[in-house]
T-cell receptor
Framework: AQRVTQPEKLLSVFKGAPVELKCNYS??????LFWYVQYSRQRLQLLLR??SRESIKGFTADLNKGETSFHLKKPFAQEEDSAMYYC?????????????FGTGTRLQVTL | ETGVTQSPTHLIKTRGQQVTLRCSSQ?????VSWYQQALGQGPQFIFQ???????GRGNFPPRFSGLQFPNYSSELNVNALELDDSALYLC???????????FGEGSWLTVV
């Protein structure tokens, strides 16, 4: 069965410091991976997906199939990055698709 | 701005009761999924509806059931509520296969 692991519950960094939120996955097929973010009092929203290989709000994530990882990175943290971040893996069977989420990492950016 | 709306936002029920949660999907989206998010956990997939049929289910007992209507809105029903059912219930909608999934703000259920 697929599984997503986010080993850190809380990551606290100073403003301007680099950020790396870790995500490892277990999946037998070809994975489709996402990062979702939840800012305070807001709904869960998509941050980025690996197939688009884009950078959103300065964040990037590279799929490493050898290490089964999809770590989220940003070179310089900003206060507004403070939020809950979830890594998720999509599994599609026919027309059905579901997301398997990790337990999330709270990013706290301090001055 | 996502158009997925859920109601009610908060509710309290007694163990053994039944609850119905409602979701209006984003315009044009024909697929609705429901997730349960317990405190301190990531969302867990309950089931998915596509064109009014259930077409995928997670590891949840049959007392969790759902419906999707012709306008693609959806309901989640939970019978015989247990204390462990206390959680945030999220509705998510998407269009055709491969499209982005949009989440609602969720319904907070407390079972006492």
């Amino acid at each position: 069965a697929q599984r997503v692991t986010q080993p850190e519950k809380l990551l606290s960094v100073f403003k301007g410091a680099p950020v790396e939120l870790k995500c490892n996955y277990s999946y037998s097929g070809s994975p489709e991976l996402f990062w979702y973010v939840q800012y305070s009092r807001q709904r869960l929203q998509l941050l980025l997906r690996h197939i688009s290989r884009e950078s959103i709000k300065g964040f990037t994530a590279d799929l490493n199939k050898g290490e089964t990882s999809f770590h989220l990175k940003k070179p310089f943290a900003q206060e507004e990055d403070s939020a809950m971040y979830y890594c998720a893996l999509s599994e599609t069977t026919g027309t059905a698709s579901k997301l398997t989420f990790g337990t999330g990492t709270r990013l706290q950016v301090t001055l | 701005e996502t158009g997925v709306t859920q109601s009610p936002t908060h509710l309290i029920k007694t163990r053994g009761q039944q609850v119905t949660l409602r979701c209006s999907s984003q315009s044009g989206h024909n697929t609705v999924s429901w997730y349960q998010q317990a405190l301190g956990q990531g969302p867990q997939f309950i089931f998915q509806y596509y064109r009014e049929e259930e077409n995928g289910r997670g590891n949840f007992p049959p007392r969790f059931s759902g419906l999707q209507f012709p306008n693609y809105s959806s309901e989640l029903n939970v019978n015989a509520l247990e204390l462990d059912d206390s959680a945030l219930y999220l509705c998510a909608s998407s269009g055709t296969y491969g499209n982005t999934i949009y989440f609602g703000e969720g319904s907070w259920l407390t079972v006492v």
